[in-house]
């Protein structure tokens, strides 16, 4: 996976409907990165294994001036072996009559789609203007430009269904795309809930959200995110009125999701007082504890074990999973 450094920029001048836009913001003033930021950014941190990432808004609803500006700065730290590439944010409509060429010339690599749902009837309901048919369009014409390809899915938004959700993961996977962000809709202050709309509490959308990152994994889809990184997805960190806001929320899920996995070994194989090994790769090993290390002490409580041991390898795959056993009496541990 590419390092990625964000260079932040300020919502407000959006298309229509986008979620994290607030109505006061368009006519303040932006202050946009100049070349100089970017190479002040990257000039530390940077390297040719590095991605500059132009985060959250539509490339397509900046200005020449804007644009042009960016790419400089980019193409600037492209050449000085700072950066590899530069990841965009473009909506459907403007992904549609992009010019791909330039971009590559420019060194853009990844694009993420700001899709938000397949469905016409979420889309209306959040005042977005595209037909849920430019999503499709949309991905296959940026990996058709030879770009690595990816998409914000609003999940729990207004009028959404977990089986939307399920279809936009589909849509996706066909096109070619390579990832997803799953962003849970937030109300943010300054705005007016859709119409219809009910907000998700957490405990409704980790379950939901594990059950998408089951489909992606399945459709080899690769989730990029899960929720929104404060200070970097929102420039200007609006207050959350209302959804299930959360700043550790990936590790909720992942969390929840590899509990169950685990769970699918312990009703198999599990015997009261014994001592169970799970091995897997270094990297999961804040999954596999969960969030607040609150899996092991449940598990062992729950399947009333002697110990649970944590053998971190990293000569496994991520997303790895090897378990043995040591029964009360017998010092042989027999595989799992």
């Not at 920029?9 to 836009?21: A, E, F, R």
């Not at 995110?225 to 959804?243: E, K, M, N, T, Y």
């Not at 929320?249 to 590899?258: H, N, Q, S």
Request: positive net charge; hydrophobic residues 40%; glycine residues 10%.
């Amino acid at each position: 996976m590419k390092k990625l450094v964000p260079i932040r920029l300020p919502h407000g001048h959006c298309h229509p409907g986008c979620p994290w836009c607030v109505p006061e913001q368009p006519n303040s003033p932006r202050v946009f990165p100049d070349a100089s930021a970017i190479a002040d950014r990257l000039a530390s941190k940077g390297g040719l294994d590095t991605e500059i990432s132009l985060v959250g808004v539509d490339f397509g609803a900046l200005s020449r001036v804007e644009g042009t500006a960016l790419f400089d700065g980019a193409r600037a730290a492209i050449r000085n072996e700072w950066a590899g590439g530069v990841r965009l944010c473009v909506s459907p409509p403007y992904a549609m009559r992009a010019p791909r060429r330039l971009w590559r010339l420019s060194g853009v690599k990844t694009v993420e789609v700001l899709a938000y749902s397949t469905s016409d009837s979420v889309l209306r309901r959040h005042g977005i203007k595209w037909q849920a048919s430019r999503a499709r369009s949309a991905f296959e014409r940026m990996v058709g430009g030879g770009f690595r390809t990816g998409a914000h899915l609003l999940v729990g938004a207004a009028g959404s269904s977990l089986k939307d959700e399920l279809a936009f993961l589909e849509v996706l996977a066909a096109a070619g795309g390579n990832f997803v962000r799953l962003l849970p809709y937030l109300l943010l202050e300054g705005r007016e809930a859709p119409q219809t709309w009910e907000p998700m509490s957490l405990e409704q959308c980790v379950p939901r959200c594990a059950e998408l990152c089951d489909r992606a994994d399945e459709l080899g889809l690769e989730i990029a995110r899960v929720g929104l990184q404060p200070h970097v997805d929102l420039l200007d960190a609006p207050a959350v009125i209302s959804g299930p806001d959360h700043p550790s929320l990936r590790t909720l899920v992942e969390g929840a999701r590899w509990r169950g996995r685990m769970q699918v070994i312990l009703r198999r194989d599990a015997r009261i007082g014994g001592h169970l090994t799970l091995r897997f790769h270094p990297s999961d090993e804040g999954f596999v504890r969960g969030y607040h290390g609150r899996n092991i002490p449940f598990l062992r409580r729950r399947y009333r074990l002697a110990s649970i041991e944590l053998e971190p390898n990293p000569d496994l795959p991520r997303g790895s999973l090897e378990s043995a056993w040591q029964l009360p009496g017998d010092p042989q541990r027999k595989a799992g």
